[in-house]
């Protein structure tokens, strides 16, 4: 015959065990939809969709006006892009940017144009279709501080600002190789230096 302290023993185990059980069920039958990044298939329908977006065009040329918000760690860009179209009666371009900036205004030939701005997708719609092989400059006005969670987070210190291209910190599109030109705000006292200087 069993003691109580036994009976108590044997009660707490099997009701830890339906707890265990239980919340392993709860856990996996409420847990959220896997981000589509995490797969595969999610990964390749993402991939595929970007290449649907960013095919048909190429950027030949990339001016950027940098001012350096030391105190807030931030950056305000105004990114002028020499875009081309590869495909006849093109309506749209798309570029990618680090998720954490706020895009302001874009113009296209220093018009206005209608943009949307979603999760490091920047899409901009052309106040008219765009021929084969025409160029035209886009300016995008951003500013923020750079999300961390891409590959290689930006740096800032009392007296730096380290801006890698690996946090994606100006648009690009996956495919183009280009030249850039770059002007710099610093604060005063600050030195700048690129790898060219």
Not at 40 to 58: I, K, T, W
Not at 142 to 163: E, K, N
Request: proline residues 7%; charged residues 20%.
């Amino acid at each position: 015959m069993m003691t109580s302290t036994r009976w108590r023993l044997v009660a707490f185990a099997l009701l830890l065990g339906f707890g265990v059980v239980g919340g392993a069920i709860a856990v996996w039958r409420f847990a959220p939809e896997p981000d589509p990044l995490t797969s595969v298939a999610g990964v390749d329908s993402r991939l595929n969709q970007l290449r649907r977006e960013l095919g048909g065009q190429s950027i030949v040329g990339l001016e950027l006006d940098v001012t350096v918000d030391a105190p807030n760690r931030a950056i305000e860009v105004q990114a002028h892009i020499q875009a081309e179209s590869r495909e006849a009666g093109r309506r749209r371009f798309a570029f990618l940017l680090n998720p954490g900036f706020t895009v302001t205004a874009v113009e296209v030939n220093d018009r206005p144009a209608r943009f949307v701005w979603s999760q490091g997708r920047l899409s901009v719609k052309m106040p008219d279709p765009v021929a084969s092989r025409e160029i035209v400059t886009i300016t995008v006005h951003y500013h923020g501080v750079p999300d961390a969670r891409v590959l290689r987070s930006p740096s800032f210190t009392g007296s730096a600002c380290i801006l890698p291209s690996l946090a994606f910190w100006h648009p690009f599109d996956l495919q183009s190789f280009f030249n850039v030109s770059m002007t710099v705000h610093a604060p005063e006292g600050w030195r700048v230096v690129s790898p060219r200087t």
